[in-house]
């Protein structure tokens, strides 16, 4: 697919819902263990009610990685896979399949440049639609990498399934939504540093006529739209990981999360994990747009 030329026909919104999914599980599946040690940094040194002590401690991206192979095995760096991809098949496929087809209905009729405003507009829809339809996913995904770090007695389930009976049973239907509300913000954020950026320096390159439409191109622009989104979202993405991982009680609300992170680690807490953020999200951006892109051409080919 690497040589593959842009097609003359353009995908149908079908195929961008189908292949924006398949380009997610991809991305997922090569960046997951980043993601992993990106939410142990987060909520490490979190203060927990009941209060507990733990003996593991994590140190950077790689310190984090060879922690977790050392103490736990390889097959930590997977935990909360399944769940991950559920949550990006529903996931991606909204937020990243239908941005093209919403940019289109906010735009006046006979319109041929989409203007910021309307990007963004459109970014932010899809990304809060698509958190209404997956957070169930994300929580139990959430779950699953921190329970890790716990001993085998202490961890709360024992597969994905059972995960979902769980938290349904002792915290009501609104567990599975824990969070929907920083979460939406997070992706809202994160949908437009993704999307509009990524939709933006693909343009401007092609109008610049300094790139052609091909990898090169979407592995700039997607590069660019991962550091984007790591800078803005990451204090919304830490309150999220916390708030998701929280006991039932331990904080009112979201709000209750981030002050008392305020309290214990300062502005810096928000930026916890900055590092492995940047490395996940940057490489699952460049993975999954190169992977979104030819997806396309691939299908289009096909039909």
């Known amino acids: 697919m690497v040589g593959l030329k842009p097609p003359e026909v353009p995908p149908t919104a079908t195929m961008k819902f189908v292949s924006a999914g398949m380009a997610g599980c991809i991305a997922d599946l090569c960046t997951f263990p980043l993601d992993t040690a990106k939410v142990r940094l987060q909520i490490q040194g979190e203060v927990k009610i009941p209060q507990t002590i733990s003996s593991v401690e994590y140190r950077g991206v790689l310190g984090t990685l060879s922690t977790m192979v050392r103490t736990e095995g390889a097959r930590s760096l997977y935990s909360g896979l399944a769940a991950g991809l559920q949550r990006q098949m529903s996931f991606a496929s909204i937020r990243i399949g239908l941005y093209d087809s919403v940019k289109q209905l906010y735009s006046?009729?006979?319109?041929e440049n989409t203007g910021l405003a309307t990007r963004l507009l459109a970014g932010c829809t899809t990304g809060a639609v698509a958190v209404a339809c997956a957070q169930p996913t994300d929580v139990v995904k959430v779950r699953f990498q921190a329970s890790g770090a716990l001993s085998d007695g202490?961890?709360?389930?024992?597969?994905?399934?059972?995960?979902?009976?769980?938290?349904?049973?002792?915290?009501?239907?609104?567990?599975?939504?824990?969070?929907?509300?920083?979460n939406i913000a997070r992706n809202a954020i994160i949908n437009c540093g993704e999307l509009v950026t990524y939709d933006l320096l693909k343009d401007a390159l092609l109008r610049a006529q300094l790139m052609t439409d091909n990898i090169p191109c979407h592995f700039v622009a997607a590069f660019g739209a991962g550091f984007c989104a790591t800078v803005v979202a990451s204090p919304v993405d830490v309150v999220k990981t916390r708030y998701m991982n929280a006991s039932p009680g331990q904080y009112r609300n979201a709000l209750s999360c981030l002050l008392a992170l305020l309290m214990?680690?300062?502005?810096?807490?928000?930026?916890?994990?900055?590092?492995?953020?940047?490395?996940?999200?940057?490489?699952?951006?460049?993975?999954?747009?190169?992977?979104?892109?030819q997806l396309q051409r691939a299908a289009v080919l096909a039909r």
């Open 108 to 111: 006046p009729k006979g319109t």
């Open 154 to 182: 202490a961890r709360r389930y024992s597969g994905t399934v059972d995960a979902y009976r769980t938290i349904a049973r002792e915290e009501g239907i609104r567990g599975l939504w824990r969070g929907t509300l920083p």
């Open 264 to 293: 214990q680690d300062g502005p810096a807490g928000l930026y916890k994990g900055f590092v492995p953020s940047f490395l996940r999200l940057g490489s699952w951006n460049v993975v999954m747009f190169v992977s979104y892109e």
